[in-house]
C-alpha cells in the first residue's frame, strides 16, 4: 500500500542517514589534513620573516631593536641588511661597525658576513667592522667562531639549522673555523692576511665602544691614525702637511662632533698649527 511504501521509503532514508554523515566527516577531516601538510609545507619552502636594510650617516649612531630581541648598534656611515628566518638569523654588514648584543636561542643561530668573512654565535655580545677592505671583530661577552665563505652578493643563501660553522653552499671553507672569547678579537686585512687572535683589555674595549657614548677616545694614538678615525664622522679634510707629525702619539677624550677642542689641544700641548686652508680643509703643521 502507499502507507507502507512510504514507511519503508523513510525507513531506507533513516537508515541511510549515519552513513552519509560518516562519509562527510571523513572528508572534511581529509581537507583539514590536506589543509595542515599545506601549511607545513609552506612553512618548510618560504621561511623568510624579515629582510630590512639599515643605516647611519656620517657622524650618527643608531640602536636597533630586531623581532627576536636583540640589539643592534650602528656606528657612523654604516649599513647592514637583515634576513631572518624560522631557523635561522642572519645579517650581513655592508659597511662601517656595528655592535651586537643577541638574544640567545641555539635552535636558531645569529650569523654575521662582512666580505668574505662570517661569524656565528648562539648568543653573546661582540663588535664587528669593515672598513675600506679591513675585517675587525672584538667578542665582550660569550663566545663566537669565525671562518671564511666565498665572497656573498646578499644573504639568499641555503643555510640549515643544524650546519656546523665550517659549512657554506659549496660545502667547504679556506681555512678552519677560529674560536674568540670575551676581551678577545682578531682583525684580518683585505689581503687576506689573518692577524692572531688577541687579549683585549677591558679599558681598550671601553675605548673601542666610546662611540656608543658619543666620544671619541684616544690614547697614546699616532696623529695618522687620530686623523683617519675623526675622517670617519665628519666630511672635514684634515691634512698632515709635516712627514714628522704622523707619528706624534696623542691622547685625549672628545666629543663626537664637537672637533675645536681637539685643536685646541693640539696647539697647546704640541705646538702644532692648525690652519684652514679652505672651509672644507684643515691642515695640521710644525710651528715655523
Do not use: C
Not at 69 to 78: E, H
Amino acid at each position: 500500500s502507499i502507507n507502507e511504501a512510504s514507511a519503508e521509503h523513510r525507513g531506507t532514508v533513516q537508515r541511510g542517514k549515519p552513513r552519509n554523515t560518516f562519509a562527510f566527516g571523513k572528508a572534511i577531516a581529509a581537507l583539514f589534513v590536506a589543509a595542515f601538510a599545506l601549511i607545513l609545507f609552506m612553512d618548510r619552502t618560504n621561511t623568510s620573516i624579515e629582510t630590512t636594510f639599515y643605516a647611519t650617516e656620517l657622524g650618527q649612531h643608531e640602536k636597533i631593536t630586531l623581532t627576536d630581541g636583540s640589539v643592534v648598534q650602528l656606528n657612523t656611515d654604516s649599513q647592514i641588511e637583515v634576513l631572518f628566518e624560522n631557523n635561522n638569523r642572519r645579517v650581513r654588514l655592508l659597511r662601517g661597525e656595528a655592535f651586537f648584543d643577541v638574544t640567545p636561542n641555539a635552535e636558531r643561530p645569529f650569523w654575521v658576513y662582512a666580505n668574505d668573512q662570517y661569524v656565528r654565535v648562539v648568543g653573546t655580545a661582540f663588535l664587528v667592522s669593515l672598513l675600506d677592505t679591513d675585517f675587525n671583530l672584538l667578542v665582550t661577552e660569550g663566545r663566537v667562531e669565525l671562518a671564511r665563505t666565498p665572497s656573498l652578493t646578499n644573504l639568499q643563501i641555503p643555510t640549515d639549522s643544524q650546519s656546523s660553522i665550517d659549512q657554506n653552499t659549496d660545502g667547504q671553507l679556506s681555512t678552519e673555523p677560529i674560536a674568540l672569547k670575551a676581551g678577545q678579537s682578531i682583525r684580518v686585512s683585505g689581503a687576506r692576511q689573518t692577524i692572531a687572535v688577541q687579549a683585549v683589555s677591558e679599558r681598550e674595549q671601553l675605548r673601542e665602544l666610546s662611540w656608543q657614548e658619543g666620544l671619541h677616545d684616544f690614547s697614546n694614538a699616532r696623529l695618522e691614525d687620530v686623523v683617519k678615525e675623526l675622517s670617519r664622522y665628519s666630511s672635514m679634510k684634515i691634512e698632515i702637511t709635516d712627514p714628522e707629525l704622523r707619528d706624534l702619539r696623542f691622547g685625549g677624550v672628545f666629543r663626537i662632533g664637537d672637533i675645536q677642542p681637539l685643536f685646541d689641544a693640539l696647539q697647546t700641548a704640541y705646538g702644532i698649527n692648525v690652519s684652514n686652508f679652505d672651509s672644507d680643509t684643515v691642515r695640521l703643521s710644525l710651528t715655523n
